[in-house]
């Protein structure tokens, strides 16, 4: 057995080459360009997070060619931060006309855990040390037994502490 061969048998399946690398980037930052063109209604509804947006919004007050293409790299290094498949779906299912989610709010993720999930409310009082432990038991008791009126008076318990 030669030294080819042997090495080709250890080869990581996870390698990627500089120029594939690079290409990868490209893609994205071109990624980031078609978004910009198609308009800060579309660039919202994506699941984007608030830096990227801001990226995106900072884009109107930049002139110059050259600092436009830097802003663009940057804006393609904030989008390698994010899950691109879900951006890639929602933007696919906007061309196709489909309705899009709402991206779910901190509060609706914690209503989601807490009443759907079966988190209990030790772990939100982790996150929330300050928050009134007795009032969340209760309301999440409530939430649990009828859930329509209870579950409102629950989510703006925790609109007020989650913001």
Known sequence: ?????????????????????????????????????????????????????????????????????????????LLREQELDEVKLTLEQIRMGQSIPKPKTETDQWLQRLLEEGVDSETFMQAYPDSDRQQLRQLLRNALKSPKKSKDKLRQFLQSICG
Do not use: C, W
Not at 36 to 65: Q, Y
């Open 1 to 77: 057995m030669n030294e080819y061969s042997e090495s080709a048998e250890f080869e990581d399946d996870d390698f990627k080459s500089k120029t594939q690398v690079k290409n990868e980037l490209k893609d994205i930052t071109q990624l980031g360009m078609e978004l910009a063109d198609m308009g800060m209604g579309i660039i919202k509804k994506l699941p984007l997070n608030e830096t990227t947006i801001e990226a995106f919004l900072e884009l109107d007050n930049i002139r110059g060619n050259e600092a436009r293409k830097r802003h663009f790299k940057r804006i393609g290094k």
